[in-house]
């Protein structure tokens, strides 16, 4: 199983890698969307399994929303010479999911591949809280920690730290299952443990209160002999 998911994992993590190379000023979200889902179908995914859209899209200040798959349409924006790009993926093969996201920064008409050279000092601070926020979230998870738990100290982490968590649901990620209905969530009320599942994605999406921009982060986690792992 775990090398079902790895495959299906790395078609969304190429694709990232192959969109950040193709993403200019002027391009349409849309075009950006299709070029994500027509990169996982050459890769070898047959299907998508978010309410059949692969790559939800985002720039600027709609980077904020935060929005069901069932009422998420591409917007007809087109991406500026200085920009802010979430891309949240949703690759399947056969009933097997990936499920990963990365915000990516433009400036002066180059995607910024390196975090620490993005020239937008509150671009930059968000993006590298995404990233503190991971390597917390895998500090202090264990198998026998419950999605409630997890829930209540990282939205306490957020907050302490100077953002909000814009999830629509309150939600920072969900198991990776095989139907979408069997999802359980991390969120309040949920006792059930970590370690119950197979994988689970961290997907945490934040703001600062008052900015128009907002970030995400998101990759699959699983146990292995009690020890947190990437997929």
Avoid at 52 to 64: K, W
Avoid at 198 to 204: A, H, I
Avoid at 209 to 221: L, M, N, P, V
Wanted: hydrophobic share 35%; with cysteine; glycine share 8%.
């Amino acid at each position: 199983m775990l090398s079902e998911y790895s495959r299906v994992q790395k078609i969304a993590k190429d694709t990232i890698e192959f969109i950040t190379t193709e993403i200019k000023p002027g391009m349409l979200l849309s075009q950006v969307r299709s070029l994500c889902e027509d990169k996982m179908l050459e890769l070898g995914a047959d299907s998508f399994w978010y309410w059949d859209v692969g790559a939800f899209v985002f720039s600027g200040d709609e980077t904020t929303v935060s929005v069901s798959g069932k009422e998420y349409s591409t917007s007809d924006r087109t991406i500026g010479s200085d920009d802010i790009v979430t891309i949240d993926l949703s690759p399947q093969i056969g009933d097997t999911w990936g499920d990963h996201a990365r915000t990516v920064i433009i400036e002066n008409g180059c995607v910024v591949k390196s975090v620490t050279e993005i020239g937008n000092s509150e671009w930059r601070e968000g993006l590298m809280m995404e990233k503190k926020l991971h390597d917390k979230m895998t500090e202090i998870v264990s198998p026998d920690m419950t999605f409630e738990d997890l829930y209540y100290q990282m939205n306490e982490y957020i907050k302490d730290e100077g953002y909000i968590n814009l999830d629509f649901m309150g939600n920072l990620g969900h198991s990776i299952v095989r139907r979408k209905d069997d999802r359980i969530y991390i969120e309040k009320g949920n006792r059930s443990k970590l370690g119950d599942v197979d994988y689970f994605t961290f997907e945490p999406h934040i703001s600062v209160a008052g900015s128009k921009f907002g970030y995400k982060r998101e990759d699959i986690y699983y146990f292995e002999n009690g020890v947190i792992k990437k997929l």
